[in-house]
């Protein structure tokens, strides 16, 4: 996706735009009302992430602006005002979502991610994922790679899921920790190291070619063979 991110809090703007970088994601920065519109208005935004107090125009102004104009370039609002007046304002002035202040990062990007599906008029939810020969059924939780079942723990299943649909996309430390694992933080441990070993036994032994590759100094990635 090529994202906006209207954000005039440089920590908290600089911590949007890595994280959605780190997703594979191309971010632009405005940190101010004004320039974030001119930028809205002027080139083509997969979403928008606008906080709602902003200098020189505030976010939701901003948004009335687009809408009033044809622009309808799928937004989420960020703010510190999280009562249901304020979410009803923010949607009604043409927010597509509304996240309150403090957030998790894993949040923000699921609901920017559904933003997206939806504008794309995207089908119902996904119960089955596939990359080459390897078959996930969500509903039943099995897992099969050439026809064959594979056995998987809980936690497994859960990295096996996430690596899946993001397939061909590299997935960091960052991510894995926060939609895995539900950690905000770094726990300075080797849990996704070891899990990950665990995975590649399961899933890429005795195989021909393997799913599961390690990105050096990013992540890992699943992808199907060329």
Do not use: C
Request: aromatic share 6%.
């Amino acid at each position: 996706m090529k994202i906006l991110v209207i954000e005039d809090d440089r920590g908290t703007a600089d911590y949007l735009a890595k994280g959605l970088r780190e997703a594979g994601h191309v971010v632009d920065h405005a940190d101010n009302g004004r320039d974030g519109l001119f930028m809205a208005a002027s080139e083509p935004y997969d979403v928008l992430v606008v906080d709602r107090m902003l200098p020189g125009r505030d976010g939701l102004s901003v948004l009335e602006v687009l809408r009033a104009t044809g622009n309808e370039v799928p937004a989420l609002v960020l703010s510190a005002l999280g009562s249901v007046d304020d979410r009803v304002k923010g949607l009604r002035a043409g927010a597509d979502d509304y996240l309150t202040k403090p957030f998790a990062f894993a949040e923000l990007l699921a609901r920017l991610e559904g933003l997206q599906r939806r504008a794309k008029g995207a089908a119902g939810p996904v119960t089955r994922l596939s990359v080459a020969d390897l078959e996930m059924d969500l509903l039943a939780r099995t897992v099969k790679r050439g026809g064959k079942a594979v056995e998987l723990l809980p936690r497994e299943f859960q990295l096996l899921e996430y690596l899946m649909r993001n397939a061909g996309n590299v997935v960091t430390r960052t991510m894995l920790l926060e939609n895995v694992w539900d950690y905000h933080f770094d726990p300075q441990t080797n849990v996704i190291d070891v899990h990950i070993a665990r995975l590649r036994q399961k899933i890429d032994k005795d195989q021909p070619t393997p799913l599961i590759h390690t990105v050096r100094g990013a992540g890992y990635v699943l992808r199907a063979p060329d």
